[in-house]
């Protein structure tokens, strides 16, 4: 006789646990052939909302982390991609990608996470200054993580494509909400175990499956969120800076159909810098 | 606000309210008018593509001295025509001229311009004080030298773009859109064109209605110094010519200070146009006294923090916070140090608190102090007299505020401040962090690692400690949440002219 295998049930990671929607909603997902894979959580406003709440409540404790220690903990969540880098590849295949993308994909995404991951302990010292005022004051300006960043991730490459917005954002201390990629939701499903064993504290990625067009309202007029960092279409991108004007959040945006993520122009300090603050300090120089 | 038991030698001492100063009308100041020349012109017109010119709908609207609401000169009032002229003149001059220019040879220019206005200083500074209501010992000793001080430190970064962005080769954007206040004209004239040029970007730049000529003057030093026509375009209006400077589909990008209603106005106008934006918008700062601070200078700071320019400052000191136990004693000198405050004619040299730019504004700091009365705040104003034209406002405190009070909350843009208590360190934050702004925060104390921790957890963009109100061109300025994005000035304001390549 042959053994039924046992079938994963898909759940979002957020607020360090897996969950499924607060709406108990959920989508079909069908691999290439056409074969029913699973039912993934529609998330719901109120998942974000949740969601939110979670990445708050983490982001003090993330920021005051030593930058050393940042930067070890998103080199160890590269450690675990690497080690599932053949379930990662089977996560784009089964649903359509070439054996070969699949891996160039995967293998790019761990590299940029190192790449960030380096970045942890540096980008202060390349971003900040002591500046030269002419009065006898010390006058220094260092940079500062916004808050919680609100992420909305490229359809494909789904993988490749969130990771490169996510560890820029939370490199420097950000916390993150981000709907992951609504065609090919699967590949998130696994990074959320990925982080849940990287030791990144619960709550500082919270990944949300579910429909652009449920979401993205929410994800523009959020007060919390301090900002948005999307690969997104025209629409998407005006609703998203319409509803940005509300609270003044900043927004960064990159076009999803002329990105190469592949490339290392896909990454870079800026993306550090789009979610950071810079605060400038004065103070006396005397007896 | 009782003041706790005494626990040490000095809280008894410190407690006592100081000794009242009898100045009041026993110790009149004989006038010093500043007296020079601001050479003002009867009319002024719109400035394109290096010329003075008349604007195309042919209306003008008048520009009064807001210390005696007589009127200064006719400004031309810009339309859509006017506007979209001026943007053609920066564009053609973007790709005609000024994109070919080398950065050593548009350093030059800058240098130029901080040189002119160094040698019509004083005439600039009156004409300031009058078109603003500012006074003339500020227009004198702050505005116009610090916006001299901008356009030199800018020109330096002309021909050392390379070290702007690490890693990555800077371009320009191509023509700016840039609309500033009525509170800093020249200075904020100077925040925005200086960094634009040494980038490499041309400009078209909206004054504010109420205080256009100093943009007008400062295009007679753009001829003078040969600035090539079309690099700085300057139309003057309203909030109608604004928004078409910010709408225009020349532009590549707009930079904005004013108010947050404002700023969320442009930003959604702007939604999905791709114009890259900066955001210099309003605040509600902080200043935060702790009792171990040295109280005299504190006061001063307090003092400085928000009566400076009577208080129209974005990034006013206009809630203080103070440590309970100091409280009293913080209170009391700042009732005897306001009291000696000087409020009156701008030009004179010995005036402390000028005129209030405009009478909505006037109106709008009334609306906002009876609020505060209303509301169960402790007013206090000094017996000061003020002059019977013009537009004025006493020096104000308000004690007993609670967070929920509107003054604790809305930004007042005035002379007025609002004082709250609180008992630790972490009500201290969480007090000053308790609004929906942060531009800037003060922190007063003698504990350096408590500064350190301070000038961390407070969420603005500008942090003072042991000071108040300090500014410089290499020095970054710029807010958090609804107070804005982008900075101006240093490295990282320079930034935001530019493209990454």
């Known amino acids: 006789m042959t053994r039924l295998p046992i079938t994963k049930t898909p759940k979002v990671y957020v607020g360090g646990a897996f969950i499924r929607s607060e709406s108990a909603r959920v989508f079909p997902l069908q691999d290439a052939a056409g074969n029913f894979f699973g039912n993934i959580p529609q998330c719901t406003r109120k998942d974000l909302r949740n969601a939110v709440e979670a990445a708050a409540k983490a982001g003090p404790g993330w920021a005051k982390r030593t930058a050393y220690n940042r930067g070890q903990i998103l080199y160890r969540l590269a450690e675990m991609l690497e080690a599932r880098r053949a379930e990662l590849i089977g996560s784009l295949t089964m649903f359509g990608a070439v054996q070969a993308d699949a891996a160039r994909g995967v293998d790019a995404a761990v590299d940029r996470l190192i790449y960030y991951a380096g970045w942890a302990d540096k980008y202060e010292q390349v971003l900040g200054s002591v500046n030269p005022v002419a009065a006898p004051y010390f006058n220094f300006t260092v940079t500062e993580p916004m808050g919680v960043i609100g992420v909305i991730a490229p359809d494909v490459p789904p993988l490749l494509g969130l990771i490169s917005l996510v560890a820029p954002a939370i490199v420097s201390g950000n916390t993150v909400v981000a709907l992951v990629s609504e065609k090919f939701p699967y590949p998130s499903i696994l990074l959320g175990e990925m982080l849940a064993t990287s030791d990144l504290p619960g709550g500082v990625v919270n990944l949300l499956t579910g429909f652009r067009k449920e979401l993205v309202p929410t994800f523009a007029t959020h007060t919390h969120l301090r900002a948005i960092v999307g690969a997104v279409g025209a629409a998407d991108r005006k609703a998203l800076e319409l509803g940005a004007a509300d609270s003044v959040k900043r927004t960064h945006f990159v076009d999803p159909d002329a990105t190469d993520w592949l490339a290392d122009t896909a990454q870079g300090l800026e993306a550090i810098r789009d979610t950071l603050e810079f605060k400038t300090t004065w103070h006396p120089v005397g007896a | ?501």
């Open chain 2, 1 to 501: 606000m009782a003041i706790s038991a005494p626990q040490k030698k000095t809280a008894g001492r410190r407690g006592r309210s100081a000794p009242g100063l009898i100045f009041g009308d026993l110790w009149q100041y004989d006038p010093a008018p500043e007296t020079a020349d601001p050479k003002l012109k009867p009319r002024y017109d719109l400035f394109i593509d290096g010329e003075f010119v008349a604007p195309r709908g042919g209306k003008y609207f008048d520009t009064i001295n807001p210390a005696n609401e007589q009127k200064l000169a006719k400004i031309a009032l810009a339309g859509a025509a006017d506007v979209d002229a001026a943007y053609r003149a920066a564009h053609r001059a973007y790709e005609k001229v000024w994109s070919r220019t080398s950065g050593r040879e548009r350093a030059k220019y800058l240098f130029r311009i901080a040189r002119l206005l160094q040698d019509r200083a004083r005439e600039f500074a009156v004409a300031e004080t009058m078109d603003g209501g500012k006074p003339i010992k500020e227009s004198r000793d702050f505005d116009v030298p610090m916006c001299a001080a901008h356009f030199f430190y800018h020109a330096g970064w002309a021909d050392k773009l390379e070290y702007v962005a690490a890693g990555r080769r800077v371009a320009p954007l191509g023509v700016v859109g840039q609309v500033i206040p009525w509170n800093f004209p020249l200075l904020m004239l100077a925040w925005k064109i200086a960094p634009a040029l040494a980038m490499g970007n041309c400009v078209v730049l909206k004054p504010a209605e109420t205080t256009s000529i100093t943009a007008l003057k400062f295009a007679e030093i753009l001829q003078d110094a040969g600035l090539p026509p079309g690099v700085v375009n300057f139309v003057t209006g309203a909030g109608a010519t604004g928004a078409a400077v910010m709408a225009h589909p020349l532009a590549a990008k707009v930079a904005f200070t004013g108010s947050t209603e404002v700023g969320k106005i442009i930003m959604r106008s702007l939604a999905g146009s791709g114009k890259k934006m900066t955001m210099e918008l309003g605040g509600k700062a902080a200043n935060i006294v702790f009792d171990d601070a040295p109280l005299d200078q504190a006061v001063e700071g307090i003092v400085n923090g928000i009566f400076f320019n009577q208080g129209h400052v974005c990034c006013a000191g206009s809630r203080l916070l103070v440590h309970e136990p100091v409280a009293d004693a913080v209170l009391a000198k700042l009732k005897n140090r306001i009291k000696v405050l000087r409020v009156g004619d701008p030009l004179d040299k010995n005036t402390d608190l000028g005129a209030i730019n405009s009478k909505d504004q006037l109106e709008k700091i009334r609306e906002l102090v009876d609020s505060g009365v209303k509301e169960g705040a402790e007013l206090y104003q000094p017996p000061c007299r003020l002059p019977e034209k013009g537009f004025y406002f006493r020096p104000t405190l308000f004690s007993d505020v609670t967070m929920s009070h509107r003054i604790a909350r809305e930004e007042i843009f005035g002379p007025v401040l609002s004082i709250l208590t609180f008992r630790t360190v972490d009500e201290a934050v969480e007090k000053a962090n308790n609004t929906a702004f942060g531009l800037s925060a003060g922190v007063w104390t003698d504990k350096g690692s408590r500064i350190l921790k301070m000038s961390t957890e407070l969420k603005a963009g500008v942090i003072w400690a042991n000071t108040f109100n300090k500014f410089d061109p290499a020095s970054p300025f710029g807010g958090y949440k609804e107070s804005g994005f982008g900075r101006e000035g240093g490295r990282q304001g320079l930034l935001d002219y530019a493209k990454l390549t």
